[in-house]
């Protein structure tokens, strides 16, 4: 009883530490001073007037009246040792992200910290960014070094930090490097990416030391490597896609005439194209994130947290049929078999092939993370002789490898949400050189070496289905006379995250 009573003890005391370094506590154990951190994040102020003013104007010109009067002047003005710049999604986390930015704004200048409903990140890359460098190009010491230690934090789920990072990935295509490392708030639902990169599955706006804390993780942590995976959208013109901030319409795509399709290709295209960094996924997990995603925002009073959020998410499973489709017999809830070919094309080879697909697939998930679904793992911690059997690896987020698994009826997914089984395993891809357009070397571990990899939809009885890229849905309209094209191709650059802990949460 003794030993029995010491060992709570210990217990108790070990979680009161716990408690105390995370509430008051920095990294590396010492406790945050807050005026020392606010100095070490805070730009000079001719610099976030002149960022202002280029992005309120859309002209990087706008600002230069403030290097004259500031960082032109006479006396030398110094770098911060960290600046930062904050990302709010006001509508993540159950409507709380409005309240971490004004406690941003509070605790930093309000030049340094942007709701993504008022400034989108293209739009500070653009100008604010481009407004900075403009002044490095003249000779501003102060500029340079801002410029060069600048990081950006996201306070937003998957798919506002995707959207930012797709945009910060428009600086290594432009020559514009160096990149700034990307922190992470986890306000979303799932918030994978979060949980991937050591920043957890949420974020309490309950403790009064939040704020510094976030703040100074995300100057002193590591950084860390992310895949990310180009994605182009080929359908037939004529049909309106509404589609999330992460897949724009771009120009046509000329699409691989060896490939062997059903029927012919329509004479004219439209062709969206985006970038994916935790998943893209079609079929029924994507037709229940899109119902949410309808219901948040028509009855935003409905989804006012995490917990909230959940139960939502349940009723749609069930009320979209994937928990009873085994007992229906309405083919619009039929396997993804009837509308989905998938098709590869082996390296130093011209002729596509097609690869079997199970009828009992209502779901096909493209994974780059382990985390899925608020930190599962589907695709499963498979045994070594499992991995050799099948020619597959263990995955990890700058592996250039992309998981390829399936989800059966709602039962399936649910056990492997539990991790109780793994998913259905289809295929694993690697991509071994930088993507080039008619020069890009992929393989596939699982039975094949492949040059591409493609979808291909074909509407049938259905004249819809769902897709969803990083947990941002959308429905994508099918035409029963030509089919439509999904292409994934890995982006031949990296982007760089800060890791908030040294392992995974």
């Known amino acids: 009883m003794e030993s029995s009573s010491g060992s709570e003890a210990s217990m108790t005391k070990s979680k009161?530490?716990?408690?105390?370094?995370?509430?008051?506590?920095?990294?590396?154990?010492?406790?945050?001073?807050?005026?020392e951190l606010r100095r070490k994040i805070t730009m000079p102020e001719y610099l976030r007037f002149a960022m202002r003013d280029a992005i309120a104007s859309k002209d990087i010109e706008a600002g230069k009246h403030h290097y004259d009067g500031?960082?032109?002047?006479?006396?030398?003005?110094?770098?911060?040792?960290?600046p930062l710049v904050v990302f709010v999604n006001a509508k993540s986390g159950g409507r709380h992200g409005s309240e971490l930015q004004n406690r941003l704004q509070k605790f930093m200048c309000d030049e340094q910290v942007f709701d993504l409903h008022n400034i989108k990140p293209h739009e500070f890359?653009?100008?604010?960014?481009?407004?900075?460098?403009?002044?490095?190009?003249?000779?501003?010491?102060?500029?340079?070094?801002?410029?060069?230690?600048?990081?950006?934090?996201?306070?937003?789920?998957?798919?506002?930090?995707?959207?930012?990072?797709?945009?910060?990935?428009?600086?290594?295509?432009?020559?514009?490097?160096?990149?700034?490392?990307?922190?992470?708030?986890?306000?979303?639902?799932?918030?994978?990416?979060?949980?991937?990169?050591?920043?957890?599955?949420?974020?309490?706006?309950?403790?009064?030391?939040?704020?510094?804390?976030?703040?100074?993780?995300?100057?002193?942590?590591?950084?860390?490597?992310?895949?990310?995976?180009?994605?182009v959208i080929s359908m037939p013109a004529g049909a309106e896609l509404d589609t999330p901030h992460a897949l724009k319409h771009t120009e046509e795509v000329v699409l691989d005439q060896d490939l062997d399709i059903e029927g012919q290709l329509p004479k004219e295209v439209s062709c969206y194209q985006g970038v994916f960094y935790n998943y893209f996924s079609i079929g029924m997990d994507a037709q229940v994130a899109y119902g949410f995603h309808q219901l948040r925002n028509e009855k935003p009073h409905l989804a006012q947290g995490r917990i909230a959020n959940k139960i939502i998410y349940?009723?749609?499973?069930?009320?979209?049929?994937?928990?009873?489709?085994?007992?229906?017999?309405?083919?619009?809830?039929?396997?993804?078999?009837?509308?989905?070919?998938?098709?590869?094309?082996?390296?130093?080879?011209?002729?596509?092939?097609?690869?079997?697909l199970s009828s009992s697939i209502r779901s096909?998930?493209?994974?780059?993370?382990?985390?899925?679904?608020?930190?599962?793992?589907p695709w499963g911690n498979l045994k070594p002789e499992y991995l050799e059997k099948k020619g597959f690896v263990e995955a990890n987020s700058d592996d250039g490898l992309l998981e390829i698994f399936g989800?059966?009826?709602?039962?399936?997914?649910?056990?492997?949400?539990?991790?109780?089984?793994?998913?259905?395993?289809?295929?694993?891809?690697?991509?071994?050189?930088?993507?080039?357009?008619?020069?890009?070397?992929?393989?596939?571990?699982?039975?094949?070496?492949?040059?591409?990899?493609?979808?291909?939809?074909?509407?049938?009885?259905?004249?819809?289905?769902?897709?969803?890229?990083?947990?941002?849905?959308?429905?994508?309209?099918?035409?029963?006379?030509?089919?439509?094209?999904?292409?994934?191709?890995?982006?031949?650059?990296?982007?760089?995250?800060v890791k908030g802990e040294t392992g995974n949460s």
């Not at 009161?16 to 005026?35: F, M, Q, Y």
């Not at 500031?70 to 960290?82: D, K, L, M, R």
């Not at 096909?364 to 793992?377: D, E, T």
């Open 70 to 82: 500031g960082g032109g002047g006479a006396t030398p003005v110094v770098a911060p040792e960290s």
């Open 125 to 231: 890359v653009q100008y604010g960014l481009a407004c900075i460098e403009s002044f490095v190009d003249i000779g501003d010491c102060c500029a340079k070094e801002t410029r060069e230690r600048l990081r950006i934090i996201v306070a937003g789920g998957d798919g506002t930090v995707g959207w930012v990072l797709g945009c910060l990935g428009e600086l290594h295509e432009r020559g514009r490097d160096p990149v700034p490392p990307t922190a992470i708030i986890p306000l979303g639902t799932g918030n994978d990416l979060s949980r991937s990169f050591g920043w957890g599955g949420s974020f309490s706006i309950k403790w009064k030391a939040a704020v510094k804390w976030i703040l100074d993780r995300a100057i002193n942590g590591p950084v860390a490597r992310l895949d990310s995976w180009d994605f």
């Open 407 to 497: 989800l059966k009826q709602g039962w399936h997914a649910s056990f492997v949400m539990a991790e109780l089984i793994s998913a259905k395993h289809i295929a694993q891809v690697k991509i071994t050189s930088s993507f080039c357009l008619n020069n890009v070397v992929v393989y596939v571990v699982y039975g094949w070496s492949a040059s591409a990899i493609r979808f291909e939809l074909r509407g049938g009885t259905w004249r819809e289905c769902f897709m969803q890229m990083d947990g941002e849905p959308w429905k994508q309209p099918m035409n029963n006379e030509y089919s439509t094209f999904l292409d994934i191709k890995r982006v031949p650059f990296q982007s760089i995250l």
């Open 364 to 377: 096909i998930v493209a994974l780059n993370l382990p985390n899925y679904a608020s930190g599962r793992n």
């Open 314 to 356: 349940s009723g749609f499973c069930c009320k979209q049929g994937w928990f009873f489709t085994p007992c229906i017999n309405d083919p619009g809830l039929r396997g993804l078999k009837n509308i989905l070919r998938m098709h590869i094309k082996k390296l130093n080879s011209t002729k596509w092939e097609l690869v079997t």
């Open 16 to 35: 009161s530490k716990v408690l105390e370094s995370i509430k008051g506590c920095s990294l590396k154990g010492v406790r945050i001073a807050k005026d």
